[in-house]
C-alpha cells in the first residue's frame, strides 16, 4: 500500500507530484472510478466504496461487477481487492474494519464529494479528469475471462 510522505495531502503541489498510481491511491481513487464510469471501458461495472467503521480513516472507492474490480492497481478479483484492503489498514490500525456500500453520488460532483469530505476534481492543483483518461488508456481493458485474470496476478 503506498503511503505518501507527511503533508503530501495537504501540499496541492507535493499532492499532483505523486506518480499515477500513489495520487490515484490516496485521495483521488473516487476521480479515477468516475472517469471510469463516464466512459466505460468494460460494461456492467459500477462503484464500490470502503467506509471505515468508527473513527478511523481509510475510505476507497473502486470499480466492479461483483466479481472483478478495478482501482488504481488495475484489474483483480474483487474479493482479494476487498481482502488485502482489510489487511493493509488492520496492519497500520489494529481493530480497522469497514464495510462496503454502493456509491449513490456523482463521482465527478464536487458537491456530492464534498459532502462524503472527498475533494472534486476543481480542488485539484491541476485537473485529474484527464489524468485519470490517461492512466486508464494504458490499461489493459480487454480481460478475455475472470479465469485468465486469476491465473495472470498468481
Known amino acids: 500500500m503506498f503511503q505518501p510522505a507527511p503533508g503530501t495531502k495537504q501540499d496541492p503541489e507535493k499532492r499532483w507530484a505523486q506518480p499515477d498510481r500513489a495520487f490515484f491511491a490516496h485521495g483521488a481513487c473516487h476521480i479515477l472510478a468516475g472517469v471510469y464510469l463516464a466512459h466505460p471501458p468494460r460494461s456492467g461495472f459500477r462503484a464500490e466504496r470502503i467506509v471505515p467503521n468508527g473513527p ?86 480487454a480481460v478475455p475471462g475472470f479465469s485468465d485474470l486469476e491465473k495472470s496476478r498468481g
Not at 482489510?86 to 453520488?105: A, E, H, I, K, N
Not at 464529494?113 to 489524468?131: C, E, V, W
Open 56 to 141: 478511523y480513516p481509510g475510505n476507497h472507492i473502486y470499480i466492479t461487477d461483483g466479481r472483478v474490480a478495478f482501482d488504481y492497481r488495475g484489474y483483480v478479483a474483487r474479493d482479494r481487492l476487498l481482502e488485502w484492503f482489510r489487511t493493509q489498514l488492520r496492519r497500520q490500525m489494529p481493530g480497522w474494519s469497514g464495510t462496503v456500500q454502493p456509491v449513490d453520488f456523482d463521482l465527478l460532483n464536487t458537491a456530492d464529494l464534498n459532502a462524503r469530505k472527498m475533494r472534486g476534481p476543481d480542488q485539484y492543483l491541476h485537473n485529474p479528469i484527464p489524468r485519470a483518461r490517461a492512466f486508464l488508456a494504458q490499461k489493459r481493458h
